[in-house]
């Protein structure tokens, strides 16, 4: 029997003119997935690749915003021929770069009631008038990153501590099963200290948190000195559940914490300096404040804010429990400064809540994007200045994956 190879050259009906609309629609033309959609309301059809070239985002989930397509994850703003003319990071004298344009089909067309895409440049001009009803092809699935993904499965996480439960969870004489890695332990604590029913390389508590390593860990120390300082007042969020790997909710998490807790308008770069295990990133914002961020591998991230009367750590560590599942402990740990009250119930409450809007805003990032882990490859995704954090992050779980 004759194989038939897929072309792409051609025309090739993919939605019928009346079914798009200012919703970018998922269609397929010739293997290559696409959306299709109206930049103003009965306007002329556009057609993008499926994909945002920044973090990969699906463009299905884009919104039209003053007739540009506006990637739902950091609202890069697209126009019909596929240029990218606005990158809110950039600030708004920045001028995105060429290459962050999206690659267009070689045409696009409205005709017999249908829309038609050329993937390619092809001879007819035009689409063909069908004679019957034309058929269309199976939306493909958008291409996944093709180089390494960091998933919550990956082996190299057994070689790490990850938080498994907040240490109050577990109660004297008492036990609980946690999920860590694909796999179940059942934790007890019983006079001779913590204990797991399957073998594992050990169980340890701190930070207020019970920690699990599945085999020799070769993570580096994560150093809090605000723990135990007692110009600190300290408490815990509540722990939350991503339906994601815990390497894209790292991520999510730095673009979430910058954006909320380190405001944009303070201006200021963030400098950012590869450690063994991690890296450092430092910020100083134009109103004399000061942003940092420790990581070590895999998961765990503390966020230091200086201002000139207050201190406020933020720690957020992550469990990778399944492939679709991370939970994140979220610690808060407020100073007014040498010789000042320590904060008060107010001042807690309002570090709690711009928190969790880092946290919602993070979760709805990771929700928005869809690689099924984070792609490790520098080359996979479009990296500007302004992701310098995501670009570091990256490094170092590639590193830990590699076992360097
Ligand atoms: S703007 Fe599309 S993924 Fe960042």
Not at 140 to 152: C, D, E, Q, S
Request: hydrophobic content about 40%.
């Amino acid at each position: 029997m004759a194989v038939l190879a897929r072309t792409s050259t051609g025309w090739f009906p993919v939605a019928r003119a009346a079914e798009v609309g200012t919703t970018p629609v998922p269609v397929g033309a010739g293997g290559r997935a696409y959306v299709v959609v109206r930049l103003r309301p009965g306007g002329e059809v556009s057609a993008f690749p499926a994909r945002c070239p920044h973090r990969l985002a699906p463009l299905a989930r884009a919104t039209v915003v003053d007739e540009r397509l506006e990637c739902a994850q950091h609202a890069w703003r697209f126009n019909g021929e596929g240029r990218c003319v606005a990158i809110p990071a950039l600030g708004p004298e920045g001028t995105p770069p060429p290459r962050a344009d999206l690659p267009v089909p070689w045409a696009v067309e409205e005709r017999h009631g249908w829309i038609w895409l050329a993937p390619d440049r092809t001879a007819a001009p035009r689409p063909p008038r069908p004679l019957a009803e034309p058929a269309v092809e199976p939306v493909p699935v958008p291409p996944a990153p093709r180089g390494p993904v960091l998933g919550n499965l990956d082996r190299s996480l057994r070689h790490a501590w990850h938080p498994v439960a907040l240490s109050r969870e577990l109660r004297p004489g008492g036990w609980l099963q946690v999920r860590l890695l694909g796999g179940t332990w059942t934790l007890r604590r019983g006079a001779a200290g913590l204990l797991a029913d399957q073998p594992a390389y050990g169980v340890r508590e701190h930070l207020g948190l019970v920690w699990l390593a599945p085999e020799k860990p070769r993570d580096p120390p994560f150093d809090v000195p605000e723990d135990g300082d007692r110009r600190f007042v300290t408490g815990w969020l509540p722990p939350l559940r991503s339906p994601g790997a815990a390497g894209s909710l790292a991520d999510a998490v730095l673009d979430a914490a910058d954006h909320v807790l380190v405001p944009a308008h303070a201006g200021g770069e963030w400098r950012v300096d590869s450690e063994p295990g991690g890296f450092r990133g430092v910020r100083e914002t134009d109103d004399g404040c000061r942003a940092g961020y420790v990581h070590r591998a895999p998961f765990r991230l503390r966020l230091r804010l200086e201002s000139a009367d207050a201190v406020t750590t933020v720690l957020f560590l992550l469990q990778p429990e399944d492939p679709d599942s991370t939970r994140l402990y979220t610690r808060l740990l407020l100073s007014a400064g040498p010789g000042a009250p320590l904060p008060g119930p107010a001042d807690v409450g309002r570090a709690a809540a711009d928190a969790q809007e880092a946290l919602a805003r993070a979760l709805a990032l990771q929700a928005r994007g869809d690689a099924g882990g984070l792609p490790l490859s520098l080359r996979e995704e479009l990296h500007l200045p302004c992701d310098r954090l995501g670009v570091a992050l990256r490094r170092a779980l590639a590193d830990f994956a590699a076992g360097r």
